[in-house]
């Protein structure tokens, strides 16, 4: 049998997982969203994240359990969702 060379293997974790970037959480995205002036549509948010309309509005009803204010502005042509500024954050 020939002799190969082992790799190192090391037991740190740290050192193991450091070479890529940790992602941002995508509730966190999608606050960052919901805090911009016009806030977020539902297909805004659908581009962004990924995700389906049904669990954009859970998302949003989850941050509304949380005590984050979010509103819904219905008047223009689509409804968009917006953390209020200031109130309760």
């Known amino acids: 049998m020939t002799d190969q060379p082992t790799a190192k293997l090391t037991s740190d974790p740290a050192q193991q997982r450091s070479a890529r970037p940790i992602p941002k959480p995508?509730?966190?995205m999608l606050r960052k969203l919901l805090?911009?002036?016009t806030g977020a549509t539902v297909v805004q948010i659908q581009k962004q994240l990924g995700w389906q309309p049904h669990t954009i509005?859970?998302?949003i009803s989850r941050l509304r359990s949380s005590g984050v204010p979010v509103e819904l502005d219905r008047s223009g042509?689509?409804?968009?969702y917006r953390i209020v500024?200031?109130?309760?954050?």
């Open 26 to 28: 995508k509730t966190e």
């Open 35 to 37: 805090t911009r002036r």
């Open 57 to 59: 509005r859970a998302a």
């Open 77 to 80: 042509r689509v409804a968009r």
């Open 85 to 89: 500024p200031g109130e309760g954050q």
